[in-house]
């Protein structure tokens, strides 16, 4: 049963600070990966979107990156800013069952200036 | 502006009544979803839809039931046979029926029973 987990749970830096949010899967046997954003009471917003077959992504200071063979992708964002603070949630898509995203917990990131 | 809109926002619902979540996209996707995500846990899903008419049970079905008459609609019932309702309700869609693309999110829908 593919796991999804996300380390640390909570994080607090201040601003301009690069930083780097983990996440790992437990079955290699992916389609993709997206990472999202979620403000407070708010819906999530996707903010990467990694094909299996890819290594990396890039959008604006945000860059993700995926290890298929060791379950694990990251997400950096460069020169953090106080509008940053937000939980970051990364979620999975099964290769053996392509209706089901898996998401983890989340790590909830707080900026300060 | 293209997007999904979830109404309501907020609910309170009296135990042993069924409440209705509207979700409506006008993205022109044809999938559609309903998760559940509750405080320290992953989003959950309930029940996802890759066509019109036709929808299929996510792992957290029991108690829900959806419909999806509609491209454009996708309503999810909390009746009451859900023991736990009491969570923030989150409706995306994609552009494919098979989650490859992209997914999109609606605001959510926060559902309380007294």
């Known amino acids: 049963k593919q796991e999804v987990t996300q380390i640390p749970a909570a994080l607090s830096v201040p601003e301009g600070e690069n930083l780097v949010l983990n996440c790992s899967f437990t079955?290699?046997?992916?389609?993709?990966l997206q990472w999202f954003r979620q403000d407070p009471g708010k819906g999530l917003t996707s903010l990467l979107l990694?094909?299996?077959?890819?290594r990396e992504q890039t959008s604006g200071r945000l860059n993700a990156s995926l290890d298929k063979s060791s379950g694990r992708s990251t997400l950096y964002i460069a020169a953090s800013q106080p509008g940053d603070s937000a939980t970051y949630l990364c979620?999975?898509?099964?290769?053996?069952?392509?209706?089901?995203?898996?998401f983890g917990t989340g790590t909830r990131l707080q900026v300060f200036p | 502006d293209g997007g999904i809109t979830q109404s309501p926002k907020y609910l309170f619902r009296k135990e042993g009544q069924n409440v209705t979540l509207s979700c409506e996209q006008n993205?022109?996707?044809?999938?559609m979803y309903w998760y559940r995500q509750d405080p320290g846990q992953g989003l959950r899903l309930i029940y996802y839809?890759?066509?019109?008419?036709?929808?299929q049970k996510g792992d957290i079905a029991e108690g829900y039931s959806v419909s999806r008459e509609k491209k454009e609609s996708f309503p999810l019932t909390v009746t009451s046979a859900q023991k736990n309702p009491t969570a923030f309700y989150l409706c995306?869609?994609?552009?494919?029926?098979?989650?490859?693309?992209?997914?999109?999110f609606g605001e959510g829908s926060r559902l309380t029973v007294l």
């Open positions: 995306a869609s994609s552009r494919t029926g098979t989650h490859t693309g992209e997914l999109f």
């Open positions: 079955d290699s046997a992916i389609y993709n």
């Open positions: 990694i094909q299996s077959s890819q």
């Open positions: 979620a999975v898509l099964q290769s053996y069952n392509t209706d089901k995203l898996i």
């Open positions: 993205l022109n996707h044809d999938a």
């Open positions: 839809s890759q066509i019109v008419n036709d929808f």
